[in-house]
């Protein structure tokens, strides 16, 4: 848990961390120590800001030492890299998810329509190689991120065009907006809201054109094709330049690259947190995330004891047998988390199919229905869950203050006869040889199904789902594929159908509600008229139905909004629309998870939540974990 106070109640109050006391004396690590005393390093209360951020231990004030080991699949897992060592944003989520509070940031001030944002930093922050931290580099960051030649019209669910920035002075930066957002404080706060602070102006700038107007050349120098694909795979989010300076707890010795098995990390001298004893922070010496090629692998590292603390990839209900039996030998134990999100898998027909046939069949919602009442989410829940779950549509969780039931629970019944009628009431009467029901074409109704082949469960229930379809006439091709080509096809808009997990279950929703209404690439349901939403320019874009744009025209009023509960209104208006469309079909609701952790690691929490805007393990604040003597 952080160490907070607050002033104030309002939007518009004045938000700050407290620091230690005044004249406190800090203290090190052992091997910075030694660097002082031979002279390579200035002394820790010269690294520190001087007011130093201070983490509450979640059980005690730990002791220097050790390596965290942990596992990445394949080469672009950044996912973890950022969820872990790389959750330090201007502001962030509480370990509670209540509230954004400071981080990066000392102190921040909101005006009472939430169209104006002042950050105000801390005095003598460094980035890892020692230089200054300044409102310069928040100001670079967003100017990147607004140029036409690198960013969209809105990406991650920032609205570029309607951002400016101003250098206030070097410790205040102010960001405005054309029009108010009552979510821009949660966006900056989620795992995608992290750019502003992980490009270094002094270290970056060299491949940006307005900053260096030789950016192109010195990129093209440098191996890259543009300045574009430079700072892309440089700065931000990518990790294959070992030397980019950072403001993590620990800074990247070995380049995520591809080439390179171990992927390492060693502390960070200018970290700016410490704890309540002025100790300042990681307490863990290195952190090394080893390069595998499979989910396989990664479980076979767990039950050999070769994992610290992790659950990426790996901690499903399939794995959790083998998991839990090797604890002892392991030296591991298993720790609970909270699932925020909604569901284990999600199929989404393509509504906006470049096949005009597949479109005009997917957009029947009575299609779409008896898909879903033709699916046996019980055999699933025995199958592939051990029995736990629920049947589940795409709809927020119970337990949130945005739970429909409609939505929720409409056709998750196994029901073959009302399927068969609604599939004969569209006029699908005909089948083939095989009793495979012929479309509006005269054509057997096959749907591609191409699962992301790192997320074997999806496979897992692909296959029972096939098998229960061909019961009404379906005809379901399912197979694994790469995520990347997975992807692609998507972008292309050339899927019949996606599955994924389904985000978007408690207070996420607001955040990343791709379910609900064709809201960004992740709505594959309709991936056509979410580029219409995020005015991308894409030539796939097209204008939606009324009913959408309704959806899109709500969201936007809600967003204008820093009134919570006016939020709430709002938004259960638009879940009361995608409950009457029935956009996407659910399958099982999630149990609640586990993170396996090393039995002599401390400050490991119990419940943290799971999901992805609020990027666990992050806000639990990682560099406090430590080895108990």
């Known amino acids: 848990m952080l160490r907070t106070k607050f002033t104030g109640v309002s939007l518009a109050a004045l938000v700050a961390l407290a620091g230690p006391a005044f004249g406190q004396e800090y203290s090190e690590a052992p091997d910075l120590k030694a660097a002082v005393e031979a002279g390579t390093l200035a002394p820790v209360d010269e690294r520190l800001p001087k007011t130093p951020f201070v983490v509450e231990p979640i059980e005690a004030v730990g002791t220097y030492g050790g390596t965290w080991r942990s596992a990445l699949k394949g080469t672009y897992d950044t996912g973890w890299i950022r969820r872990t060592v790389g959750y330090q944003p201007l502001v962030a989520y509480d370990y509670e998810w209540t509230k954004v509070v400071p981080n990066v940031a000392e102190r921040f001030e909101v005006n009472e329509d939430a169209t104006e944002f002042t950050f105000y930093l801390r005095e003598g922050h460094k980035w890892s190689d020692g230089e200054p931290f300044t409102a310069e580099d928040l100001k670079f960051a967003l100017d990147v991120m607004r140029s036409p030649a690198y960013g969209g019209r809105k990406a991650n669910g ?55 107007p030789d950016a192109n050349e010195t990129a093209k120098a440098a191996g890259f094709d543009s300045w574009t694909q430079a700072i892309e795979q440089t700065c931000f989010f990518n990790f294959v330049d070992e030397d980019r300076p950072l403001l993590f707890a620990w800074r990247q010795v070995t380049p995520y690259d591809g080439l390179n098995q171990l992927i390492e990390w060693e502390r960070n001298p200018y970290f700016f947190k410490v704890d309540p004893e002025g100790n300042q922070l990681p307490y863990i010496d290195k952190v090394q995330m080893v390069q595998t090629e499979n989910v396989e692998d990664i479980v076979l590292k767990v039950v050999n004891g070769e994992i610290d603390f992790s659950n990426r990839h790996f901690a499903t209900v399939t794995n959790k047998p083998v998991i839990y039996d090797g604890q002892e030998n392991g030296g591991y134990t298993l720790k609970s988390t909270t699932d925020a999100r909604m569901n284990h898998a999600i199929f989404q027909l393509n509504m906006t199919h470049q096949d005009p046939e597949k479109r005009k069949l997917y957009n029947e919602k009575d299609f779409r229905a008896a898909l879903s009442l033709g699916m046996d989410r019980e055999e699933i829940i025995d199958v592939v869950f051990a029995g736990q779950g629920e049947p589940y549509q795409a709809a927020p969780r119970p337990s949130s203050q945005f739970y429909n039931e409609t939505l929720a629970k409409q056709f998750t019944e196994y029901d073959p006869d009302r399927a068969n009628e609604l599939l004969d009431g569209l006029g699908l009467t005909e089948r083939d040889s095989d009793g495979i029901r012929l ?78 209404f064709p809201f960004n690439l992740e709505s594959s349901f309709a991936q056509g ?94 560099s406090q974990l430590y080895y108990k003597k």
């Open 158 to 212: 920032f609205d570029w065009e309607a951002i400016s920035s101003e250098v206030v002075d070097s410790l205040t930066f102010k960001i405005t907006l054309d029009a108010p957002n009552g979510l821009f404080l949660e966006r900056l706060a989620t795992v995608e809201g992290q750019f502003i602070v992980n490009a270094a102006k002094h270290y970056c700038g060299k491949y940006f054109p307005e900053v260096s």
């Open 529 to 622: 008229w979410a580029q219409h939403f995020m005015k991308s320019g894409s030539t796939i874009a097209e204008t939606p139905p009324p009913v959408v744009q309704k959806q899109m025209d709500l969201y936007e009023e809600m967003i204008a909004t820093a009134d919570k509960e006016k939020q709430k209104e709002i938004f259960g208006e638009i879940l009361d629309i995608a409950a009457e469309q029935f956009y996407v079909i659910g399958t099982v609701l999630p149990a609640d998870g586990y993170i396996v952790a090393n039995k002599n690691l401390g400050n490991v929490p119990e419940g943290q939540v799971y999901t992805w805007v609020y990027p666990q393990p992050g806000p639990m604040e990682t």
């Open 439 to 516: 479309g509006f074409d005269g054509e057997p109704i096959r749907i591609q199904l191409f699962s992301p082949s790192d997320q074997i469960e999806f496979n897992d229930i692909a296959q029972l789902v096939a098998e229960q379809w061909q019961e009404i006439g379906i005809d379901l091709d399912a197979r694994n594929a790469e995520r990347s080509l997975v992807y692609e096809r998507i972008q292309n808009n050339s899927h019949d159908m996606h599955i994924w997990w389904g985000d978007g279950g408690m207070s996420d929703a607001l955040l990343d509600p791709r379910y609900y």
